[in-house]
């Protein structure tokens, strides 16, 4: 005897009565897009999308699940909701960071030891899409590379959401019985439309005038959840037309992989953008499953779909701190071989977890027989070994990270003889063969001190810092511009104290000193930019005149509808508001395709160098107007030989990031920095 799947379903119990297999299959399209797209993000774009089919379904799921309550004992145990809540998703989230503790500890380098264990306890208390949020605003933090704690942002914004949405399901039923309406499914849809549509307002705004924290904080994706939600309050909404199915089923698919395609790091996100992803996935849950195997739906629940959503909270949460380890495991690399096998251990790693984690800690009986208070102890005991790991990884690696900073130091304080950029014109030491200072693990770290005196993205506060003598006839220079000017600030502070200069600097995240607008990542920024030139433009038309000034650019800084020519005339015309003060510029440093300190850890100097092609830029603004300036400098020389840049310069370890040079780099360089200031000063 055959019975339709209508009358299956009736037969089971509750619980099963409302699993919809599809959905795991759609969550194993969202967690394939994620992980593709961080092992190959060249391959897929945009695949950062998946994290918003997540939000859709979990707000589909748990809005349906907390009305189904609401509609059969009248109330949501909110105790109750939350410990479920914390048995499915803590043990294996608390694992996964434990990993990252001892990872921390034995394998990472140690110039990341504070952020990693920083972002550690932060996705241990769940607050870890703030963390990032508020360091996205901070220019030289967004410098830094990623921790293997960063995906938690989203887990953090789901717990949130978890925390925020039945209160406010709660209260809006409160409300409406009081004032509305009785009728308790529309005080729920007009709650629900209510906070999504403040939501979507807020996050198109927001994403346009401070994109960076945009991505980050909560506000900005419930509307995505209220999307998820309003198909749960809306049965109606889904079809029962087998050709509509097919069509929301399909179409909803297919604009979801589009989309992965066609967005990128470009891309005004979340805002209007994530308004076409958000509603395929809608379109797609909306389609459920049926009798015909050829629909979305029932294509969605075929077995191999649904095992990967099973997994997917696990794959998730392992596979990036996978990605962000390799670089700096012995042997190991992100080579394609690497990523095949990395991508495969992800899977086998969130099966285990999912059988041994997840499963377990979900079904316990110790703790789903008990009260929910027993459940919340058993979160803060998981929390408490999770910061402990980490406390213990930071006690452990600080002492190091001390002992590597004081190396450093000693070095910079009497360098070998023919270090770095004292190496200039063929001198030659033979004990400096196979030397790297700073060492490729304390590379990252070996950045300037005074960021006191660095403005944010978003901040058009002039800040002037002055360093060296207060003789009333000390040589008054300056240094102006952009972070590529800020890196050389360690330098010049020691010039000044060594010659008796009085140095003031005046110096902004990605703001040149160019009278051109200036493009960035986004509106806000380039209206701060915008605004910070002209306070400087006031302070030296105003102000003392210097006697030189020393300035430095990025070369790839983007100058919205100028070439190369435009934007160099740009830069002369700023330089102008310093009246006839001489100007010292220098030609750019090579731009790399990736921070070498991984490569030297696994590569020797040699392999690390990248061709001259590809790093340098040809038409370098800033050099085309130096050529008119009092002094250019061009190094060009001293990282580069005919064919390829290197990372490694006579034992002085020459990059902290992709672009951005070490201190004891440009220590090691500034002779050449004070003899071309000191020529411009006996001109001036």
């Known amino acids: 005897m055959t019975h339709t799947l209508a009358e299956r379903r009736r037969r089971l119990p509750v619980a099963a009565r409302h699993f919809e297999p599809h959905i795991q299959g759609l969550r194993a399209v969202a967690v394939l897009l994620v992980v593709v797209f961080h092992f190959w993000p060249g391959r897929l774009s945009g695949g950062f999308i998946g994290v918003d089919i997540f939000f859709v379904i979990s707000g589909f799921l748990i809005t349906a699940h907390l009305v189904r309550e609401l509609t059969d004992t009248q109330r949501i145990n909110l105790p109750q909701f939350w410990s479920r809540r914390i048995r499915r998703l803590l043990p294996a989230s608390i694992a996964v960071l434990l990993f990252c503790s001892v990872a921390t500890l034995l394998v990472l380098p140690l110039s990341g030891l504070g952020d990693t264990v920083r972002e550690i306890l932060a996705s241990t208390f769940y607050i870890e899409n703030w963390v990032l949020a508020a360091n996205s605003v901070d220019y030289l933090a967004a410098e830094n590379d990623p921790t293997m704690a960063q995906h938690y942002w989203t887990l953090s914004l789901e717990e949130q959401f978890y925390v925020l949405w039945p209160l406010l399901l709660l209260a809006g039923v409160s409300l409406g019985a009081k004032f509305l309406t009785q009728k308790r499914t529309a005080a729920l849809v007009t709650t629900v439309i209510v906070v999504s549509a403040l939501s979507l307002v807020f996050s198109v705004v927001y994403t346009a005038l401070e994109p960076a924290p945009a991505f980050f904080v909560t506000f900005t994706r419930m509307w995505e959840f209220g999307a998820g939600a309003l198909l749960a309050l809306l049965p109606a909404l889904r079809p029962r037309s087998v050709w509509a199915n097919a069509v929301l089923g399909y179409g909803g698919l297919l604009v979801i992989l589009v989309t992965a395609y066609l967005y990128g790091p470009s891309t005004p996100f979340p805002g209007y953008m994530a308004i076409l992803p958000v509603f395929a996935a809608v379109a797609v849950i909306a389609a459920r499953r049926s009798e015909r195997w050829w629909e979305a739906g029932s294509i969605l629940s075929l077995r191999p ?18 990605v962000v380890i390799a670089p700096y495991v012995p042997g190991w690399g992100l080579t394609t071989a690497h990523r095949l ?17 997840e499963d377990p800690g979900r079904q316990w009986r110790y703790l789903t027989r008990r009260r929910p208070r027993v459940t919340a102890a058993f979160a803060v005991v998981l929390m408490a070994v999770s910061a402990a790991f980490a406390g213990v990884a930071y006690l452990v690696n600080q002492p190091r990270y001390e002992a590597a900073a004081a190396e450093l130091q000693a070095i910079r304080e009497d360098f070998p003889e023919c270090f770095g950029a004292l190496s200039l014109g063929g001198c030659d030491n033979p004990e400096l063969e196979g030397l790297i200072v700073p060492s490729p693990g304390f590379g990252n770290a070996d950045s300037p001190e005074h960021e006191e005196c660095f403005v944010q993205l978003n901040n058009s506060e002039l800040v002037a810092c002055e360093f060296g003598s207060e003789a009333a006839d000390a040589p008054r220079v300056a240094l102006i511009g952009d972070s590529h000017a800020y890196q050389y600030i360690e330098a010049m502070i020691t010039l000044a104290e060594e010659r008796g200069w009085a140095l003031t600097t005046y110096l902004k995240g990605a703001c040149p000193w160019n009278a051109a607008e200036v493009g960035g990542p986004s509106a806000a920024f380039t209206a701060s930019c915008d605004a910070w030139k002209q306070n400087l433009r006031a302070e030296l038309e105003s102000g003392e005149p210097f006697d030189a000034i020393f300035t430095a650019a990025l070369a790839t800084t983007p100058y919205p509808g100028s070439d190369a020519d435009a934007a160099a005339a740009g830069f002369t015309e700023a330089w102008a508001w310093a009246g006839d003060a001489p100007i010292v510029t220098i030609v750019d440093n090579p731009d790399l395709s990736d921070d070498p300190n991984k490569c030297l850890r696994q590569n020797s100097i040699e392999a690390c160098a990248e061709p001259r092609d590809s790093v340098l830029v040809e038409d370098d603004p800033i050099a085309i107007a130096g050529a008119e300036a009092s002094e250019l400098l061009d190094l060009t020389e001293l990282y580069c030989d005919e064919e390829s840049c290197h990372v490694v310069v006579s034992g002085a370890n020459v990059y902290r990031d992709q672009d951005h040079l070490t201190v004891t780099w440009t220590l090691s360089m500034r002779e050449l920095l004070g003899d071309a200031i000191e020529r411009a000063l006996d001109r001036g």
């Open 341 to 357: 096998t990395l991508f495969v251990l992800c899977f086998v790693l969130a099966w285990l977890t999912k059988k041994f984690v």
């Open 305 to 322: 779909a649904r095992f990967i959503g099973d997994i997917s909270y696990s794959l998730y949460l392992w596979h990036w701190p996978l």
